[in-house]
């Protein structure tokens, strides 16, 4: 049984272009959850998706970012017009129902890095 | 911003017990403490969480005092392969676990 996925392991953009980071949750899974972590520091939460929904997104960025999960296909984290305060790993995490309590899986990251 | 207090980093001797401390003096009666750990360039990993009592996993132990205001996981035989940041948080009984707060953890280092 597969663990969360995502790629690309690392992405490489210049400032202004865009970035697309995938997610696909484990097997079964259908609650979404992206995080960003800077160097030195813990995760910060983003945003937290169901298939085709957005459950909360109260710690996403109000410009350039968005976040998608549709019926087929991975979760796609997207940042339009990349700047250099945007390099930083964002891991992906799924669970199963979004009970409180409920474990959440964390794939093992995209590092961003913007030039 | 964290309700928990860690130490930076620690070393610890390969096979040797591994004992990270935290600190939660505000928490309330209600919240649970969890424990996370992360290896170097990998997403975290779930270890352990309690409430009141002590609890034991074939991972770790927590033990937690009796006034609840702080705790230590324990790490029995600390292998190189435990080297990594380990994130203590706090948890209402009414939050989910994606909204946890991560502070900067513990960098644990094993030495052979």
């Known amino acids: 049984n597969a663990g969360v996925m995502q790629n690309p392991r690392h992405l490489v953009r210049r400032r202004g272009q865009e970035a697309r980071l995938r997610c696909s949750p484990m097997?079964?899974?259908?609650?979404v959850y992206w995080y960003r972590q800077l160097p030195e520091e813990g995760l910060k939460f983003m945003v937290y998706l169901q298939k085709e929904n957005i459950i909360d997104e109260s710690g996403m960025p109000k410009e350039r970012f968005s976040a998608e999960f549709p019926k087929e296909g991975p979760s796609i984290l997207r940042i339009q017009q990349v700047v250099r305060g945007d390099s930083a790993a964002y891991f992906c995490?799924?669970?199963?129902?979004?009970?409180?309590?409920?474990?959440?899986?964390f794939g093992s990251g995209t590092q961003l890095s913007v030039l | 911003d964290a309700k928990t207090t860690q130490p930076p980093s620690m070393d610890c001797a390969e096979g040797r017990a591994a004992n990270l401390p935290c600190n939660h003096s505000t928490i309330s009666g209600n919240e649970y403490v969890y424990w996370y750990r992360q290896i170097h360039s990998q997403g975290p990993q779930y270890i352990i969480h309690?409430?009141?009592?002590?609890e034991t996993n074939e991972m770790a132990s927590l033990i937690i005092t009796e006034d609840r205001k702080s705790s230590t996981l324990i790490l029995p035989h600390a292998t190189l392969r435990d080297t990594a940041v380990y994130y203590c948080?706090?948890?209402?009984?009414?939050?989910?676990?994606?909204?946890?707060?991560w502070g900067a953890g513990t960098k644990l280092i094993i030495k052979p």
């Open positions: 309690g409430l009141k009592n002590n």
């Open positions: 995490a799924s669970s199963q129902t979004g009970g409180i309590g409920e474990k959440l899986f």
């Open positions: 948080i706090v948890r209402g009984d009414m939050d989910s676990n994606y909204q946890l707060i």
């Open positions: 097997k079964g899974h259908s609650h």
